[in-house]
């Protein structure tokens, strides 16, 4: 039997920087005063920043459910370039319908606006918003393209194939603070995820065949710390059966894995980890 073809997700975190207070007290013998100097480092909050392609494009956003829709519109290599802050100097969503090409930046000059106008670019909401130069830790996510002008973002070094690369925003970080849990606690985590969903009855009006996915589907994760993806395998095939000789059509099962999938993905998001995909056993 077919299964149907693996799909990416992204898994992601939250990255807190730490509230530090440090004092200083300074004595002598020739006085009894004492001198307190605290310093303070502001908290920031920062999100995950996904990125998506589909043809030439490359699209930006801290919304995981925006990025599971796009996926079900031919959107796909969903991943974690680095972690934006929540606040701040909003990076601009401009996109040109005919190009079908979006540009994120915070360039503002006037004739940088003119040039994109000129081009057939409008300017749509973004989510993205951007660290300042100056903050500690901020790195810059560059924007490069290729020969087929395919803009590409990252805070990482470029791929074959894309150069003139210029600073687009300024990310907080590029990696998750938290550090990375274990395989075991991965496989755990995205069950649990999924049995909630299972349990929700989200698939349909009575919730009746989200149960062929069975209690705990996942079965194994596999870690690449090179690349910080993660390959996890889902037993679904003999379950599967199961559910077409109940009279479920394929479509509808396939649908549910996905969203199954996009139940265990966004359960992970503390972790750290960059990328994930699904092997169907």
Not at 11 to 23: E, K, N, Q, S, V
Not at 97 to 102: G, I, P, Q, Y
């Amino acid at each position: 039997m077919k299964l149907k073809s693996v799909k990416a997700g992204v898994l992601g975190g939250a990255a807190i920087a730490a509230l530090t207070l440090g004092g200083v007290v300074v004595a002598s013998a020739a006085t009894t005063t004492a001198t307190t100097t605290a310093t303070t480092t502001t908290t920031v909050a920062s999100t995950p920043l996904y990125s998506l392609a589909k043809g030439n494009d490359h699209f930006l956003t801290t919304d995981l459910n925006r990025a599971f829709v796009l996926q079900s519109e031919g959107y796909n290599s969903l991943k974690v370039v680095a972690y934006v802050p929540t606040t701040g100097t909003v990076v601009s969503n401009w996109y040109s319908a005919s190009l079908k090409k979006h540009v994120f930046t915070t360039e503002t000059t006037p004739a940088y606006i003119a040039h994109l106008k000129a081009l057939g670019y409008a300017q749509l909401p973004s989510t993205v918003h951007s660290a300042n130069a100056t903050d500690a830790g901020a790195v810059p996510v560059s924007v490069s393209f290729n020969n087929l002008a395919n803009h590409f973002y990252t805070a990482y070094a470029l791929p074959a194939g894309y150069g003139n690369a210029r600073t687009a925003f300024y990310a907080a970080t590029k990696e998750e603070s938290t550090g990375i849990p274990s395989t075991d606690t991965m496989v755990a985590e995205a069950n649990s995820a999924i049995q909630s969903y299972i349990a929700s009855g989200a698939a349909t009006a009575d919730g009746s065949y989200t149960n062929f996915l069975g209690v705990s589907p996942v079965k194994s994760a596999t870690y690449d710390a090179t690349t910080g993806a993660v390959v996890v395998t889902v037993a679904v095939k003999d379950l599967e059966t199961k559910a077409l000789a109940m009279g479920y059509t394929q479509a509808e099962i396939n649908a549910q894995i996905q969203m199954a999938e996009n139940a265990g993905t966004a359960s992970l998001l503390g972790s750290g980890v960059k990328s994930v995909s699904y092997v169907l056993i």
